[in-house]
């Protein structure tokens, strides 16, 4: 069942939202913590979100903009105004979708549907010896063994472009291959910017057990052992 989460701080809103939802066949939760609303959000994962644009400490454009620097979550912005320059700004933070109040019910479930399709199609999971890898959510899993139990690690959008291109490209890869792939997929780093990337992805997949995964060939690149 996939989960999607409603930033709505309108009581009676986010309830008629989460009824539609329930009914349709999604799991329905409704974001209480605006205060730390971001991390919230991360933490509990969900498969879509449904985000206002007028929310309490923030804005639904400044918490998007924040998002997309850790996570591809899907995002359907939700708001009662009826201004293009809203919609331009949230689809340029990275917004799926822009949706305004009074919404359709069925125009709403169909716009979910075709994202959560796409994303299905785009965003599967990937595995790395005992590690799944899960693009869309920003998440590499370490899977418990025994009585062990399962660990995680979030990483942020250029951590995962860079570790799933490693993990689609099991051969040395230099930094010019890496930086053309980061500005494929819109996100601007220099040089400087990439060696903390890959030293902070170093950092996290030592800590679910994998130190020595990423190795640098000197004068070459790196390459996924």
Known sequence: ?????????????SGELKELLDNSGYDAVILENFQDAKNEIISQMPDLILLDINIPYTNGENLLKELRKESDIPVI???????EADEVLSMSYGADDYITKPYNPTILLLRIGAILRRTEQTGDTLRYHELLVCPQKGLILREGAGSEPETEVVLTKNEMIIFVYLLNNRRIVTRDELMTDLWNNKEYI??????????????????????????TRKGQGYILV
């Open 77 to 83: 912005m939700v708001t009662s105004r009826n201004n």
């Open 190 to 215: 220099n040089d400087n910017a990439l060696t903390v990337n890959i030293s902070r992805l170093r950092t996290k997949l030592k800590e679910i057990g994998y130190e020595n995964a990423i190795a």
């Open 1 to 13: 069942m996939k989960k999607i989460l409603i930033a709505e701080d309108d009581n009676s809103i």
